[in-house]
C-alpha cells in the first residue's frame, strides 16, 4: 500500500475514534446529571368529621404518612419532615394516614377507616410545596358507640360487683377536659379500700360483623393505668368470657388509642353477644384518677 494512503487512512481511523471517544465521554456525563428535586413538607394531618354529630368529634392522633406521587410509593414519612421528591410539573399526591396499631410504636399501619388525601400539585425544581392534609372517615363507616360525654346522660354503667362508694365517674368540663369547657368523663376512686376496683360497660351488641376492620377510638389520660375489654356472652349457653385487650400507661396528656377489635371478635365465633369493659384500679396511687373522652366503636360495612 503506497504511504500517502496508508497515512490518509491512519488519519480517517484516528479522527473517527477521537469522535466516538468525545461523543462517549459526553453521554457519560449527561448519564450521571442529578435531577434537582422539588421538595413537599408534611404539616400535621386534620380529621374532619360529619356536622350532624353522628361520627362524633373530630379527635385524631395521625403518626405517619404513607405517601405516593402518581401511583407509585414514596414510603412512609412521619409528620412535620421536608421530602425531596423527583417530580416536576403536575403531580398527583396521595397521602394515607398512619397510626400505632393496638397503641404500640413498633406496630405502624395505614388506618382503614380514614379516606386517603389527594391533591394535585405543580412542583418545581428546588421548591417547597407544603401539604395540609384533611382526611374524612370512609363512607361505608359505621358507628354503633360514640360516648363524648356531652349527651343528656352517660352510654355506660357501672358494674355491680366492682363499684364501691366513693369511686364515680362524672361529667367534667374543667381544664383537665379534652376541650376545657366541654365534657370529658372523670373518674376518681376515693373508695377506702386500696384494691377497689371501678369497672363501668357499655350496652350490649349482639349484632356486630365479623371480618372486617373493626376499632375502638379512644382518648384518655391519668395517673392510673385503664384496663380496656371485651366480654363476650354465647347466646345459646350463656358462657361469659372477659378478655383483656388493652392497659394503658398513666399520661399526664390527653393521649390517643386505636385498638383493633376485629380479631378477638372473629375468634369470639357467630351466635355471640359484645360488651365493652372500662376497668380502673388504684395501683397505689395517692388521688388516683383518669379522664375518657371520645371513645368511638366504628366498622365497616
Given amino acids: 500500500m503506497p504511504l500517502k494512503r496508508f497515512v490518509k487512512l491512519m488519519r480517517r481511523f484516528f479522527f473517527s475514534f477521537l469522535l466516538i471517544v ?3 465521554i459526553l453521554s457519560s456525563c449527561k448519564s450521571k446529571e442529578v435531577m434537582i428535586p422539588s421538595y413537599v413538607y408534611l404539616s400535621p394531618g386534620q380529621l374532619i368529621t360529619k356536622s350532624d354529630g353522628t361520627q362524633g368529634y373530630s379527635s385524631a392522633k395521625i403518626e405517619d404518612f404513607y405517601l405516593f406521587s402518581n401511583g407509585e410509593t414514596r414510603g412512609v414519612m412521619s409528620v412535620n ?10 403531580t398527583t399526591l396521595k397521602i394515607s394516614p398512619g397510626i400505632k396499631f393496638n397503641g404500640l410504636a413498633e406496630q405502624r399501619a395505614i388506618y ?11 412542583l418545581s425544581e428546588n421548591k417547597v410545596d407544603t401539604i395540609k392534609p384533611v382526611f374524612t372517615y370512609v363512607e361505608n363507616a359505621l358507628f354503633p358507640f360514640i360516648e363524648d360525654f356531652d349527651g343528656s346522660g352517660i352510654n ?3 358494674s355491680t360487683q366492682f363499684k364501691s362508694n366513693g369511686d364515680t365517674l362524672v361529667k367534667d368540663n374543667s381544664s383537665s377536659s379534652w376541650i376545657p369547657g366541654k365534657n370529658s368523663g372523670k ?7 386500696p384494691q377497689d376496683i371501678l369497672m363501668m360497660y357499655s350496652k350490649v351488641y349482639s349484632s356486630w360483623p365479623r371480618f372486617t376492620p373493626f376499632f375502638l377510638e379512644m382518648d384518655y389520660k391519668g395517673n392510673i393505668p385503664i384496663t380496656v375489654g371485651l366480654i363476650t356472652t354465647e347466646i345459646s349457653t350463656g358462657t361469659v ?6 392497659i394503658t400507661n398513666p399520661k399526664s396528656d390527653w393521649n390517643k388509642l386505636y385498638l383493633d377489635l376485629e380479631t378477638e371478635i372473629n375468634t369470639a365465633g357467630t351466635n355471640m353477644q359484645f360488651r365493652l369493659f372500662f376497668s380502673f384500679a388504684k395501683a397505689g396511687v395517692t388521688n388516683p384518677e383518669a379522664w375518657l373522652d371520645n ?5 365497616l360495612d
Avoid: A
Fill in 22 to 24: 468525545i461523543i462517549s
Fill in 241 to 246: 368470657k372477659f378478655k383483656t385487650l388493652y
Fill in 187 to 193: 373518674i376518681t376512686l376515693n373508695s377506702t379500700n
Fill in 81 to 90: 419532615s421536608r421530602v425531596p421528591l423527583q417530580n416536576i410539573g403536575k
Fill in 112 to 122: 382503614p377507616l380514614f379516606n386517603y388525601y389527594s391533591k394535585d400539585f405543580n
Fill in 156 to 158: 355506660l354503667e357501672y
Fill in 295 to 299: 371513645l368511638k366503636v366504628i366498622y
